[in-house]
């Protein structure tokens, strides 16, 4: 088991609030728009989302393109579990140091 590289005050409230956002206000609207991109991504496109919390965007990212290519990196230790029980590929890392191969991904 990984431990936590984030502070457990974040881990335990953004868990909590992130995917409210994602559904309404400002993310919202910016999901909206990279889902309506993602039809011009080819199903053998390998891509990476930074950030991914709980995995809510690689849901719906991998249902628009149908594509099994898709990878999330999060710090919060509790999301990337929650993504897991999903049956998402999520790994615990943060963007400085990605827990990948060098050029193992098209698309960020």
């Not at 457990?8 to 400002?26: E, I, K, W």
């Not at 080819?42 to 849901?59: A, P, Y």
Request: hydrophobic share 40%; with cysteine.
């Amino acid at each position: 088991m990984h431990k936590s590289i984030s502070h457990p005050l974040y881990d335990s409230t953004y868990l909590r609030v992130a995917n409210s956002r994602f559904r309404s206000g400002l993310l919202k609207n910016h999901s909206a728009a990279l889902l309506q991109s993602a039809g011009k991504i080819s199903k053998k496109d390998r891509v990476l989302e930074i950030g991914c919390n709980t995995g809510e965007f690689l849901r719906l990212f991998k249902q628009k393109t149908g594509s099994s290519n898709i990878v999330g990196i999060d710090i919060n230790k509790s999301a990337v579990a929650v993504a897991k029980k999903l049956h998402l590929k999520v790994l615990l890392g943060t963007a400085e140091k990605l827990p990948l191969k060098n050029n193992s991904q098209d698309i960020v």
